[in-house]
């Protein structure tokens, strides 16, 4: 992967970028305050070719940030808007501060994508003088005095069962915004960060992928169909052994805006619903 000069494409993984070529700094946001869109745990990678993958802010901080690269020690910490050094006030108006790893660990950004790979939770923790990290069993993203905490989560997965244009639509929006997709019975197994979809007419034959979603622990679970389709739905699976505290968890009608029938207006409308349920429950 060769990043172009100007690359900062949110939809590119800086890690992913920086294990692909080395010798680059990555820059962690590790404080945010006030109205600032980012939180604790972005990342921005930077070259001094001048390459950017990622984004942390407004491109004036962005290039603020790559000014520093050639500064000594391991870590170089950062603060712009209120309070901050940097005569850099942000339209926020907050305060943000950042951790510019000058030469990051190539171990523990293998350990991270073997952690992604596997669909496993990453927790670690980094010394902000000295750059070190070390794995820890459990933690959330934060700032805890010179130390900052990194819990990485596996990435979005779709589970999609249905034929047809919805099914196709969803499945084609999915994958360009960079998600797992998966139907059919070589899906890997429901993990927390699965999202699993039906998008059947004929509700019947969704019922075999909808009770083994609410048997899994999947973080997002919905069927196409009318408000009437829904409570159908749900009469069916409480007569197959369902309570009331797993049923709560099955969605419909899907998506932000309903009711919905062409097809790829329905797909953008649940994958929206979809990354902003694994935003509030992962980001």
Request: glycine share 12%.
């Amino acid at each position: 992967m060769e990043p172009h000069p100007q690359m900062s494409d949110m939809m590119i993984d800086p890690l992913a970028a920086l294990r692909a070529k080395p010798g680059g700094a990555l820059a962690l946001l590790v404080r945010a305050e006030g109205g600032f869109p980012r939180r604790p745990g972005a990342t921005m990678t930077l070259w001094p070719d001048g390459a950017r993958v990622g984004r942390l802010g407004a491109g004036c901080i962005d290039a603020d940030i790559a000014a520093h690269l050639d500064r000594p020690g391991p870590v170089t910490r950062l603060i712009y808007g209120v309070g901050g050094p940097v005569d850099l006030p942000l339209p926020c108006g907050g305060t943000v501060e950042i951790a510019l790893l000058h030469h990051p660990d190539p171990a523990w950004l293998a350990q991270i994508a073997d952690a992604q790979r596997n669909r496993r939770v990453g927790c670690w923790r980094l010394d902000l003088a000295t750059g070190m990290r070390r794995e820890v069993e459990r933690t959330e993203t934060g700032l805890k005095g010179d130390h900052f905490d990194l819990r990485t989560n596996p990435r979005c997965a779709l589970h999609i069962h249905g034929e047809g244009d919805e099914a196709a639509a969803l499945t084609a929006m999915a994958r360009a915004a960079g998600l797992d997709c998966h139907s059919g019975p070589e899906a890997p197994a429901i993990d927390a960060q699965t999202a699993v979809v039906t998008l059947f007419h004929d509700h019947d034959r969704e019922l075999p992928a909808l009770r083994r979603a609410l048997d899994s622990p999947a973080f997002y679970i919905g069927g196409l169909g009318s408000r009437r389709a829904q409570m159908a739905r749900v009469a069916a699976l409480r007569e197959a052994g369902f309570g009331d505290g797993a049923l709560a968890r099955l969605r419909g009608p899907i998506g932000v805006i309903a009711p919905v029938r062409e097809p790829r207006l329905l797909a953008a409308s649940v994958l929206t619903e979809i990354l902003a349920a694994y935003d509030q429950a992962f980001g």
